[in-house]
């Protein structure tokens, strides 16, 4: 921890000139906090990127690091998917990245980026998605309570079979994330930076009210019925609900 924003930058600074040095790439751009959301760089950060590489030159970034080894020894890596790796140099400086060739970015799906180094011949628009996740469906109010109702139902018979682990998902996970999409509906947005593809990112930041009322619809492993509850009553004091449902839920809890 305590790693300043300069630090991570002139880390990414590095890397791209190792990569230039080896001849094997032509960009390197960051991604997140370190992309075009430094702002936002703090002690806990670490280094999201995308290398572009040289044709043919993709499996050699993959599969020898010494374009990152060569700045620090890495402490530990490993190969989380087909395109990169996540890293951790010795002084503590994370990173996860992926390797492509530039033919493949049309079909990858990101968020805008920062270009750190590329060769001349490179368009600096490649930093900016030309593909974008699809959008959720709109859900209207009535259907998320009813999936939250549902969540609630399924995981507190979980639960009381003895699943304890999967009742927790259905109730603390599940259901939460449905309280988490209709309270944004409630409460208007602060200024803090959205993350589309993942909504619980900074949602303390972005809806204060809503994120105080979390903890106890999430009270714990073995609190399920307790937070079940707790989601019941944060639903039931905003939407209509169900009266079965509600009885049901109540019971299983009891």
């Known amino acids: 921890m305590g790693k300043t924003a300069q630090q991570l930058l002139e880390r990414l600074d590095q890397i791209g000139q190792s990569l230039a040095a080896s001849g094997k790439a032509r960009a390197l751009f960051g991604l997140g906090s370190v992309g075009v959301e430094t702002s936002r760089i703090d002690a806990y950060s670490d280094l999201d990127f995308f290398v572009i590489a040289q044709p043919g030159r993709k499996a050699e970034l993959i599969g020898d690091l010494d374009w990152l080894s060569a700045i620090r020894p890495l402490a530990f890596q490993f190969q989380n998917t087909v395109d990169g790796h996540k890293a951790m ?19 990858i799906f990101y968020s805008p980026g920062r270009m750190v180094w590329a060769t001349p011949d490179i368009d600096p628009a490649i930093v900016n998605p030309t593909r974008l996740p699809e959008p959720e469906p709109q859900r209207d109010n009535a259907w998320l309570v009813a999936e939250a109702l549902g969540n609630l139902y399924v995981g507190l018979c979980r639960y009381r079979r003895g699943e304890k682990l999967s009742g927790f998902r259905f109730v603390q996970v599940d259901a939460v994330n449905r309280v988490m999409q209709l309270a944004a509906r409630l409460e208007a947005a602060t200024t803090a930076l959205r993350d589309i593809y993942a909504h619980e990112r900074r949602f303390e930041a972005r809806y204060p009210s809503a994120a105080a009322d979390l903890p106890p619809l999430m009270q714990g492993y073995d609190a399920t019925p307790a937070s079940a509850l707790a989601t019941l009553a944060w639903l039931e004091q905003r939407f209509d609900v169900n009266a079965l449902m509600s009885r049901t839920i109540k019971a299983l809890a009891a």
């Open 89 to 107: 140099f010795d002084d503590g400086i994370f990173c996860e990245f992926a390797v492509f060739e530039l033919d493949e970015l049309p079909q």
